[in-house]
């Protein structure tokens, strides 16, 4: 794989200097391959490092949850800065650029399995370990192939290129380097379903406390997503009933829904991404300064430029009943004409530091009943439906047919909206992008993000999405 080029493998060795408290080094300025992973506490320092990878600009700590809104129909640029104005745009090549990022992340987690099968650690350890690994190589899979990609339930032919490069060996050394090429979708996805399911099963009698770390409950969470990407609905199902009966993560009541997303820790997350202070993004990058002028809810002028704001489609949907619009703001100074969203919003008590809920309770009832009415079953379809209408207060329906599965994307774009999803949902689905300045087709090259152009001049097994 051309990432995994010989600065990518110095880039990896340095990367395990943060672990210096933990691991003796000689030299002090490096660490050598061989040595850095032979003890339980180097591999669980390296183990959170490849967790603090998602606190990148270019995960979670803003692309992955801002730029699906940016680039679609839920967001309107606010023209109070020139960040993402790009993305807001859909230029060539303003898109989600997360594949460097996850490489540098896969390579260290597959390092660290190499070191657990060359080693002898204690077996509850060991499988405590690879449970974690699997389930964040399941994620960033996940996110390089529907960033990358087109998904099975929706796909170009004549521009297909195929999944993303999989690699299964961690490399240490430049000698190990395999320049891969891109593995068939299918691929992809079988090599994201083995790791999550090896992630439930290890951690399955392991008694995880916090969503900050991996558990079974959210392994199976994850998988009900990339399931639902795969139009493999029966495992859907399957997969919500055990992320739901391992009890990790509480569904919100309509009294409590406000008040969850001003937690540090969202009552309802079965896995986030956790910020500390010394991990704030700042003032100018944050999902805060993206989505917000406000600091707080007692905020009375702007505290930065609050770029992403509700498109009028958008706000159109939310009836006036509706609990959800409670977190919708009015913004400030050069943004008093239009409204903001508040579901990221210092919630730590820290300016600009917010952890971000990856997968939440209410996406499961959202994947289910997608499932449920995609398989005919609609009396359960509309079960799953009526608990995300009825907590935010609004009346209970019985829908078939198209009708039913319109509502059920219509409530996901309400209650996933701003956390990362609505243009891959819009990519799974084949559906052009609508926005003010005129249509984005399904079909147009902009649809998937450019593999960058280094890769690419590389590794001459590596092929460009099309249009770039």
Same mark, same amino acid.
């Given at each position: 794989?051309?990432?995994?080029?010989?600065?990518?493998?110095?880039?990896?060795?340095?990367?395990?200097?943060?672990?210096?408290?933990?691991?003796?080094?000689?030299?002090?300025?490096?660490?050598?391959?061989?040595?850095?992973?032979?003890?339980?506490?180097?591999?669980?320092?390296?183990?959170?490092?490849?967790?603090?990878?998602?606190?990148?600009?270019?995960?979670?700590?803003?692309?992955?949850?801002?730029?699906?809104?940016?680039?679609?129909?839920?967001?309107?640029?606010?023209?109070?800065?020139?960040?993402?104005?790009?993305?807001?745009?859909?230029?060539?090549?303003?898109?989600?650029?997360?594949?460097?990022?996850?490489?540098?992340?896969?390579?260290?987690?597959?390092?660290?399995?190499?070191?657990?099968?060359?080693?002898?650690?204690?077996?509850?350890?060991?499988?405590?370990?690879?449970?974690?690994?699997?389930?964040?190589?399941?994620?960033?899979?996940?996110?390089?192939?529907? $960033?990358?990609?087109?998904?099975?339930?929706?796909?170009?032919?004549?521009?297909?290129?195929?999944?993303?490069?999989?690699?299964?060996?961690?490399?240490?050394?430049?000698?190990?380097?395999?320049?891969?090429?891109?593995?068939?979708?299918?691929?992809?996805?079988?090599?994201?379903?083995?790791?999550?399911?090896?992630?439930?099963?290890?951690?399955?009698?392991?008694?995880?406390?916090?969503?900050?770390?991996?558990?079974?409950?959210?392994?199976?969470?994850?998988?009900?997503?990339?399931?639902?990407?795969?139009?493999?609905?029966?495992?859907?199902?399957?997969?919500?009933?055990?992320?739901?009966?391992?009890?990790?993560?509480?569904?919100?009541?309509?009294?409590?829904?406000?008040?969850?997303?001003?937690?540090?820790?969202?009552?309802?997350?079965?896995?986030?991404?956790?910020?500390?202070?010394?991990?704030?993004?700042?003032?100018?990058?944050?999902?805060?300064?993206?989505? $917000?002028?406000?600091?707080?809810?007692?905020?009375?002028?702007?505290?930065?430029?609050?770029?992403?704001?509700?498109?009028?489609?958008?706000?159109?949907?939310?009836?006036?009943?509706?609990?959800?619009?409670?977190?919708?703001?009015?913004?400030?100074?050069?943004?008093?004409?239009?409204?903001? $969203?508040?579901?990221?919003?210092?919630?730590?008590?820290?300016?600009?530091?917010?952890?971000?809920?990856?997968?939440?309770?209410?996406?499961?009832?959202?994947?289910?009943?997608?499932?449920?009415?995609?398989?005919?079953?609609?009396?359960?379809?509309?079960?799953?439906?009526?608990?995300?209408?009825?907590?935010?207060?609004?009346?209970?329906?019985?829908?078939?047919?198209?009708?039913?599965?319109?509502?059920?994307?219509?409530?996901?774009?309400?209650?996933?909206?701003?956390?990362?999803?609505?243009?891959?949902?819009?990519?799974?689905?084949?559906?052009?992008?609508?926005?003010?300045?005129?249509?984005?087709?399904?079909?147009?090259?902009?649809?998937?993000?450019?593999?960058?152009?280094?890769?690419?001049?590389?590794?001459?097994?590596?092929?460009?999405?099309?249009?770039?």
């Amino acid at each position: 794989m051309k990432t995994l080029n010989k600065y990518l493998i110095l880039f990896l060795m340095i990367s395990f200097t943060a672990c210096e408290s933990l691991v003796e080094t000689n030299p002090q300025q490096s660490i050598d391959a061989d040595e850095a992973l032979t003890s339980p506490e180097a591999v669980r320092a390296a183990t959170n490092s490849v967790f603090s990878r998602l606190r990148a600009i270019s995960q979670y700590g803003r692309d992955l949850i801002a730029i699906p809104e940016v680039l679609t129909d839920n967001s309107m640029q606010a023209g109070t800065g020139i960040r993402l104005t790009g993305e807001a745009n859909n230029q060539p090549g303003a898109h989600i650029n997360n594949w460097q990022s996850s490489y540098y992340a896969i390579n260290e987690a597959n390092l660290i399995l190499r070191a657990l099968e060359e080693n002898s650690f204690n077996v509850d350890f060991k499988n405590e370990i690879e449970g974690q690994i699997r389930f964040l190589l399941g994620l960033y899979y996940h996110n390089l192939v529907r $960033t990358y990609a087109y998904d099975p339930t929706a796909v170009i032919e004549e521009n297909n290129r195929g999944g993303v490069p999989i690699l299964k060996f961690g490399i240490r050394n430049t000698n190990e380097i395999v320049l891969e090429a891109r593995a068939p979708i299918n691929e992809v996805y079988e090599y994201i379903y083995e790791n999550l399911e090896k992630s439930y099963s290890l951690l399955e009698n392991v008694n995880t406390q916090t969503p900050h770390y991996a558990s079974h409950g959210a392994a199976a969470a994850l998988l009900s997503r990339v399931a639902l990407y795969n139009g493999d609905y029966q495992k859907v199902v399957l997969e919500v009933e055990k992320a739901l009966d391992s009890g990790i993560g509480t569904f919100q009541s309509n009294q409590n829904y406000f008040s969850s997303w001003r937690q540090e820790i969202h009552p309802e997350s079965i896995f986030e991404v956790v910020f500390m202070t010394n991990e704030n993004v700042g003032q100018n990058e944050s999902l805060r300064a993206t989505f $917000t002028t406000r600091f707080n809810d007692q905020t009375t002028t702007a505290t930065s430029h609050g770029l992403a704001v509700f498109s009028e489609d958008l706000l159109t949907l939310f009836a006036e009943e509706d609990v959800r619009r409670s977190l919708i703001y009015r913004g400030l100074g050069m943004n008093s004409g239009v409204f903001e $969203t508040t579901k990221f919003f210092s919630r730590s008590g820290i300016n600009n530091l917010d952890n971000v809920p990856v997968i939440r309770v209410s996406e499961l009832y959202l994947n289910r009943a997608e499932a449920y009415a995609r398989l005919g079953n609609i009396d359960l379809a509309n079960e799953d439906l009526n608990v995300i209408r009825q907590r935010a207060g609004l009346e209970a329906v019985e829908l078939q047919g198209e009708a039913l599965i319109e509502e059920i994307l219509t409530q996901r774009r309400i209650e996933l909206a701003f956390e990362g999803h609505r243009s891959f949902d819009l990519k799974r689905l084949g559906r052009d992008i609508v926005k003010e300045f005129g249509i984005i087709p399904f079909d147009d090259f902009r649809t998937l993000a450019r593999i960058p152009i280094r890769e690419v001049d590389i590794n001459n097994n590596l092929l460009q999405n099309p249009g770039y």
